[in-house]
């Protein structure tokens, strides 16, 4: 028999959160359907794209933050859009001027635009800068379990590898190199990009990620709020499911029921 997994808490720099499931602010039809689906997904962290969003830099447009409160969520300032290390430092260091100190950012350098691919270089450089100045940082990478693990000795206080590419919705497609990374973590691990449905987040959590953090898969859903609702379900369904431990896969039947001691 499969044994059963002890749970633990997810906490991320310090802070301990009930949600496993973090979601972005992106690609809503409008502050409404935002602030409803990020509501009905549960999620306690919610994250910015610092580059496209107005957060307080823009004081005549409407501010995110008028409906997502910093009072009631983590804001997690990201670095969406950036290309090289030193625009993303930039970006984390505007979002801690504009958030009275916050220093919690999630760090994405991106390698081109067709594919969203994480440029690792730059991201190892710009990781590096951010925490020698300070900034707690979850990283977003490729699936590579070496560099999972640098980033993670480097000081990272989260690393949050692909699951595919970013707003692509192909699912898990890295389940083996996740359990890699999964197996050396001291730190957690989230997938971040690729969830396009419910039964992909619970594929995550079902090999052990202990989170996912998704923005398009619920934002360009035909109902948002729906789907933010079934996200969260699935999040908390495949966690227990890796926690009950699946049963073995077996190549030939084997009944439900013993047939020891049947009159025959």
């Avoid at 933050?65 to 009072?71: A, C, K, T, Y």
């Amino acid at each position: 028999m499969t044994e059963q997994r002890q749970d633990s808490p997810l906490v991320i720099a310090g802070t301990t959160y009930s949600s496993r499931l973090l979601v972005g602010t992106g690609k809503y039809k409008d502050l409404d359907e935002t602030r409803e689906a990020i509501e009905t997904s549960g999620a306690e962290i919610v994250t910015v794209a610092v580059r496209r969003t107005n957060i307080g830099q823009n004081p005549d447009e409407p501010n995110l933050l008028d409906v997502i409160s910093p009072d009631k969520y983590t804001i997690l300032p990201n670095t969406a859009g950036c290309f090289n290390a030193k625009d993303a430092v930039r970006t984390c260091k505007l979002a801690r001027e504009l958030m009275d100190g916050h220093d919690l950012v999630k760090l994405e350098v991106l390698a081109d635009q067709k594919t969203l691919f994480p440029h690792v270089t730059e991201t190892l450089k710009a990781a590096r800068e951010l925490i020698d100045d300070g900034f707690k940082v979850m990283v977003y990478t490729s699936d590579d379990p070496v560099i999972a693990k640098e980033l993670e000795d480097m000081g990272c206080v989260a690393v949050m590898p692909l699951g595919s590419l970013i707003g692509s919705g192909l699912g898990i497609r890295n389940p083996y190199n996740l359990m890699l990374i999964l197996e050396n973590a001291r730190v957690p691990i989230l997938v971040d990009a690729g969830v396009g449905t419910a039964s992909d987040a619970a594929i995550a959590m079902e090999l052990g990620c202990d989170a996912i953090l998704m923005n398009t898969a619920i934002a360009a859903a035909g109902n948002p709020v729906l789907m933010a609702s079934a996200m969260k379900k699935a999040v908390e369904a495949g966690r227990e499911a890796y926690l009950a431990g699946r049963m073995p896969r077996k190549l030939y039947a084997s009944a439900s029921s013993p047939i020891d001691g049947t009159i025959v």
